[in-house]
């Protein structure tokens, strides 16, 4: 189990997306979810994000997974990082759960670095917000004030930037915290062997919004709507401001319009950026092969890193599942409240839900999705 030591309400009032801190001893004797053996393990799979970041003396090299073995890259001046280890290692979600204090639609997923002494990523600035845990070993932060920092070298694909002065320089110990809000450069140095865990939170862009709105009127042949005015000011090759305004005001609108932008959002925000490990069944199993299952003990539980999520005043019963629309019809709202914020449903619960029909039939798509797993 993981607590956090620090005050979550006083660090969302003042910290959180302003500006960065370091909380030491943020958790009390901290244990490592994951082994460096298993974190390497994970990187040799093909379906899971992994990455390798070599310190060079001209800048970095990074190097994609899978991987077969690391013993090329010597004892020092390496880090791998492994992308979503919540999705893939169950043991992880303990420390996710930690972070709960911040809604599940914010939250992307939980990297884990092994590094080497020396090695780190280089200075970058991240578009979304991150916690970086420290684990076992040492490892040196330095992080930026905001402002107008150059990308290395002026190349603009690359996501390094020039070195910084920093605002922050401290060396993370087990258990140590450090918050990051986005736009503030930063960089790691490893000083001894070291396990570092990332719990990174992300927002929708305009492009992405844009993009899922012009998909969702396409796919269902809405948003014909077009511009009209009743006057026209006879200036031949002119546009007049107040008609650009009028045509955006169409865009404007589908914004104000729950019935227009609600699903769109649920679909958006329950989407994951990477690879889950879903488990369906071979064969379809049955409302009645759950309830069995229910009478014989089982609980059920959710897998990692799938989004369940619920929109306030959505006046259509349904939940958004990993980007895809659910019906919640005649499922009582108390009881789909609990679905979208527990990971975790114990066997004395679900034996209360057995004679309502709409639940166990939506108990057993969830399960044949291969989105939960019965647990003993």
Known sequence: MYTLNFDTVKFTREYWQKKPIVIKNAF?????????DELAGLAMEEDISSRIVQTQSQGWNVVQGPFEDFDEYGEDGWQLLVQAVNHWYPDSQPLV????FLPDWRFDDLMVSFATPKGGV??????????????EGERRWQVGDIGNHQQRGGDKSSPLVD???????VVL???????IPPGYPHCG???????????????PSQQELLTEMADSLIDNNLGKQRFTSTEEVANKGLVSQ?????MMELLSQLAQDPAQYQTVLGKLLSQNRFELDLNPFEQAISETDIIEAIEDGANIQRIGGLKVLKLEADNQAQLYVNGEVVSVEGIDAEIVAMIANEHFIEQAILSTWRQQPAL???????INQGWYYFSE
């Open 122 to 135: 280089g200075p970058h600035i991240d578009n979304y917000d991150v916690f970086i845990i420290q684990g």
């Open 163 to 169: 070195d910084f002065e920093p605002i922050i320089d």
């Open 360 to 366: 166990m039939t939506l108990l057993t798509q969830f």
């Open 173 to 179: 110990t087990k258990g140590d915290v450090l918050y």
């Open 242 to 246: 107040q008609q650009q305004q009028g």
């Open 28 to 36: 009390n004797e901290f244990e490592d979810p994951i082994s460096a």
């Open 189 to 203: 140095e490893t000083l001894t062997l070291a396990l570092s865990y990332s719990i990174g939170f992300r927002a």
């Open 97 to 100: 759960e930690a972070f709960r």
